[in-house]
């Protein structure tokens, strides 16, 4: 479909579901129970299965962390009372007293050593959390509240990557299989929420935990309720069948905020929507000549090839004309504000006549075929971006043989697989710099250590790897954040992967319920509660 006939197909949804859209109601009921409307579902319960946002903003109600981050993104106590480094390579930290479970069981160092243990065994992540906890070499009990962590190396955000770990109960997981997490046998954390109940695909139940040590949520009861497509997740918010729903199409921003009944909460984001590019291996799966034959060589592996697919996409055209300004143009991880931020790395211009001189250069003046991969339900408008991007590639040379899209569950597998050659992704940091993310995204894939976790394309660049290493050992933090800045500067410049915007996301809410936007766009029960 075409981006012209989903706006219209989007358009007619909305208005022929409109017609009997009654206000919504307040009063007693809105302080005793919350519905949210969810974009994705989570592909696991089991908290440690996943890193990415689906997993991990549903876990977050159930499952608490060593760990948790204020709204700059900067680590402050969650599970963990408080915490030191000792030497270089060891840390000592100390645990919350009088945490306990939902089943009534106390929290203790053990849950915190198995926890991160049982990483190691978790098989088949598209986003493993391998490496938040790749530099511990040894991990002790001083006591029932205290464990002492020696690293490998010396690691001066040890906590921020270990601590970003959810914590689980041994007692209520070990031996689980993955029917307990669906049946929520094993769904028992310390977190803000209990289980109450899961329908795949459908939604999630969660009652308040009165026990919780922190601040108490103010809805005793939340459902998360998945939603895929973007117009019947706000059609379902308008006929009242929904409180807050998240990623609001940028298209249907101005019907909402023409309702007085509702309000639109926005915040610029930490994700980076960006293109992976298959440049590891000589022969790409979805790597054509003109005609439609597999190519023996893959150009990808030539940066002059990928700078040129940089410089035939229009950012701007896209952020202003598909995401009706809901976006900044990008050129690197982290936007400005976040240490590691290279202030001279600025988005790819436009210039189609560069490109094809590039493309020359390269052997490749005729151009090659190649097919454009994407989710349909994470990101707003991710199908049409892919759709304009064959387009612009079209028009500079390169022979788009499809764009393809699947459903984000099915296609984050597919792409930790390697399946696809040129495909759309995000990355939402969660730190308050850029070295999580770039080690995630653009260091070379290690299994064992955890590095490039998230480098679904296996790009891999030795010079990247060691200014990156010496950053992640570096301690003081303007040393550091100069050494990370340096670091995206040699990944960027080399076009290991091909950044086109950072996301504005929008959620909308009845008038009645104040929420607070995270720039980590987290859709939390916790963060809703009456308006005064």
């Given at each position: ?14 208005a ?34 996943s ?23 900067q680590?402050i ?9 000792v ?65 490998k ?8 990557q ?9 007692a209520a ?36 935990n ?25 059609v ?17 921003l ?6 007085p009944?509702y ?23 979805f ?12 150009p990808?592996?030539d940066?002059r ?31 400005e ?8 790395l600025?988005?790819?211009?436009f210039?189609?006549?560069?490109a ?58 597919a ?53 990156l ?20 500067r ?11 915007y ?16 995270s ?14």
């Amino acid at each position: 479909m075409s981006c012209r006939r989903t706006a219209a197909f989007i358009a007619a949804t909305v208005a022929g579901m409109l017609v009997a859209v009654a206000a919504p109601e307040s009063g007693g009921a809105l302080a005793q129970s919350i519905r949210l409307g969810l974009s994705s579902e989570p592909s696991s319960l089991d908290p440690q299965f996943s890193r990415t946002g689906n997993n991990q903003v549903v876990a977050d109600h159930i499952f608490d962390r060593l760990v948790h981050v204020d709204a700059n993104n900067q680590p402050i106590p969650g599970l963990a009372a408080s915490w030191r480094s000792v030497d270089p390579l060891t840390w000592v930290v100390t645990l919350r007293p009088g945490v306990t479970f939902h089943d009534g069981k106390p929290f203790t160092a053990e849950d915190v050593v198995y926890s991160l243990d049982r990483i190691r065994t978790i098989t088949g992540s598209p986003a493993p959390f391998t490496q938040n906890i790749g530099a511990i070499a040894k991990v002790e009990i001083v006591d029932p509240m205290t464990v002492r962590f020696t690293t490998k190396r010396p690691t001066p955000q040890f906590m921020e990557q270990a601590g970003r770990v959810h914590i689980v109960s041994k007692a209520a997981i070990d031996g689980a299989k993955a029917e307990d997490f669906s049946s929520g046998k094993a769904v028992v954390g310390t977190g803000p929420y209990r289980f109450a109940g899961f329908v795949q695909g459908q939604s999630l139940t969660l009652t308040r935990n009165e026990a919780y040590w922190g601040e108490k949520p103010a809805y005793a009861q939340a459902t998360l309720r998945f939603v895929s497509n973007d117009a019947s997740r706000v059609v379902a918010l308008l006929a009242g069948e929904l409180d807050v729903v998240d990623q609001v199409p940028p298209a249907m921003l101005d019907r909402v905020r023409a309702d007085p009944n509702y309000t639109v909460h926005s915040i610029g984001s930490l994700r980076i929507v960006y293109f992976g590019v298959d440049s590891a291996r000589d022969k790409s799966p979805f790597v054509t000549d003109l005609d439609g034959k597999p190519l023996e060589t893959n150009p990808l592996r030539d940066p002059r090839v990928r700078l040129a697919l940089s410089k035939l996409i229009n950012r701007k055209a896209i952020v202003e004309r598909l995401l009706a300004g809901s976006g900044e143009p990008a050129g690197q991880l982290v936007p400005e504000g976040l240490g590691g931020f290279a202030p001279d790395l600025k988005p790819v211009e436009f210039d189609p006549e560069g490109a094809k001189k590039l493309l020359a250069e390269a052997g490749w003046e005729k151009g090659f075929g190649l097919t454009v991969h994407a989710s349909s339900d994470r990101i707003p408008r991710e199908t049409e971006v892919a759709q304009a991007v064959g387009q612009m590639l079209n028009r500079g040379g390169i022979k788009v043989n499809g764009v393809v899209t699947q459903p984000y569950a099915t296609y984050a597998t597919a792409a930790g697989k390697q399946e696809f050659s040129f495909f759309l992704f995000s990355f939402g940091t969660t730190t308050a710099d850029a070295a999580g993310g770039i080690t995630a995204v653009l260091a070379t894939f290690d299994k064992d250590t955890g590095r490039g976790a998230f480098n679904r394309a296996r790009y891999s660049n030795p010079a990247f790897d060691a200014v990156l290493t010496k950053a992640l050992e570096e301690f003081d933090p303007t040393k550091r954040n100069a050494l990370l800045a340096d670091a995206q500067r040699i990944a960027f410049r080399d076009n290991g992967i091909i950044p086109l915007y950072w996301q504005v996301v929008h959620w909308a809410g009845r008038k009645d319920i104040a929420f607070t936007p995270s720039r980590t766009e987290d859709t939390f029960a916790m963060a809703a509660r009456p308006a005064k």
